[in-house]
DNA sequence: CGAATGCTTGACTGCGGTCAAACGATGTGG
DNA sequence: CCACATCGTTTGACCGCAGTCAAGCATTCG
């Protein structure tokens, strides 16, 4: 990862993470940093279950979420749940520009969250795009890899079995985690209750709980108190993407 | 569905389904009109099992699929198969403009398929979209669509049934067809096998089998020579979204 | 203290996977 | 024309992963 130049001022501290996360995409010039570093603007508490982005609202202005976890879940017609995404600080929301399914589907809280608006700059690209090249592209990149990993969820729910769901989800959390510089010697906070997290690998909440214990007991992760601990990155991928181990090849 | 003006000859018969789609969404004025329907250049054929769109191609110029069935497969480290969407005559492939994940992963013909370059399309877009307003705004909802689709089928995966997923796909497939003028009486043409389509769905092909044969037997669907026919729609539709009937609300 | 929330465990069930075999349709070559 | 192979569908037997139901435990909070 690219290192933000140092001398910069941030003066909302949420608006770091995202600098962090567009450095890590595109090599931004001052002129771009400065703009994303003045969005100090207004921030708002969201309580846990609460709609973030009320769809409802008229026009959903972009945010950011500067602090906490949140969701995109979709209720069938029988109750059951399913979350199209976990949201973490340093990512997106709401409208900017054409109204994608993914990126407008409602988002809840999963903890207290803070968002500040980003409209100013989704206006000033609007206004002037040319005058940010390299802020237009990071931002793209950064829809694309909310894309790319629903399309890593369809594969997820369509052939992998609860342990490589769960194997694989927690290793998608620790590299999020870790673009935001949350991680700390394989460690990471995770404030998903076993519940929230058989709603997005459609499963039910018992067997998460038992795929957990089980790789606990194998000494692969150990999640306590809201921070996963993971012991073996190296089986803990092999198991997350290749089958069980049971069989060969 | 809203009506194509008479008096406008499509050269290729496959720009006629564009077309369409285009206006079922939005209402195209005469310029726009005559720019799809110059897309006569040079058609291509695929044969069931090869790529479409390699992506090996350097610049993979975006593609409309005239006739036959495509999909859009994912193999995991394990050799199963998942398939990401289905694609029917009418459907895009290919970049345009950015690279996004879904739109640029890999299409292979699962029947016989002949596409037609757009590339014209979308480089007179790109150059004047001023001149196109109507016509830019169809072509993104078509995109919005597909999102959408795969949205659902997170859904379908992560908490629906074996005979709601067979059933919430085949109307999705009698909604397509008929969107392009394939359907005909509740029928419809659809050449995909039950390996295909347990692809699509996450099942095994045995259990796909008995899972028709039971909408069969039920008298709701009718699956014959690759010929869908949809006995009844109300409790199709019923079954697909919600739980299954056993218990109520 | 009780209530609420989240985690854990056990017993049982069942949906759907796996394995295996057979059948019909189609195609190909001797 | 028949023998044979291939492809897709169909059915049966069996099994196991994961769901459901239920109870118990730990922690936090009012």
């Known amino acids: 990862m690219q290192r933000i130049p140092t001398g910069i001022a941030t003066r909302a501290i949420g608006t770091e993470l995202l600098l962090r996360r567009l450095y890590a995409l595109k090599t931004l010039n001052p002129d771009e940093v400065e703009l994303v570093a003045s969005l100090d603007s207004k921030p708002r508490r969201h309580e846990p279950g609460t709609a973030i982005c009320p769809k409802s609202d008229g026009s959903p ?5 500067t602090s906490g976890w949140a969701c995109r879940p979709r209720i069938t ?20 520009g054409e109204a994608r399914p993914l990126t407008t589907s409602p988002a809840v809280a999963l903890t207290p969250v803070r968002t500040v608006s980003v ?12 005058n940010y090249p390299n802020l237009v592209a990071a931002l793209n990149k950064m829809d694309l890899i909310e894309e790319a990993r ?13 342990i490589q769901r769960v194997a694989g989800s927690l290793l998608e959390f620790y590299q999020r985690s870790s673009f935001i510089g949350f991680t700390h010697e394989g460690t990471f906070p995770m404030p998903l209750t076993q519940e929230k997290l058989s709603d997005l690998l459609g499963l039910s909440l018992v067997h998460v709980n038992r795929v957990i214990s089980q790789l606990r ?32 090849n």
């Open 61 to 65: 202005h972009p945010r950011l979420i």
């Open 119 to 130: 409209a100013k700059l989704f206006d000033a690209l609007a206004a002037t795009p040319q």
């Open 150 to 162: 629903l399309l890593d969820l369809v594969v997820r729910l369509g052939c992998h079995t609860a």
């Open 217 to 248: 007991r194998e000494k692969l992760v150990e999640i306590r108190c809201g921070i996963v601990a993971i012991h073996d990155f190296a089986r803990l991928s092999l198991l997350a993407d290749r089958a069980d181990p049971s069989r060969p």
């Open 77 to 96: 017609a029988d109750g059951r749940r399913q979350m199209l995404g976990i949201l973490l600080p340093g990512d997106l929301i709401g409208d900017r």
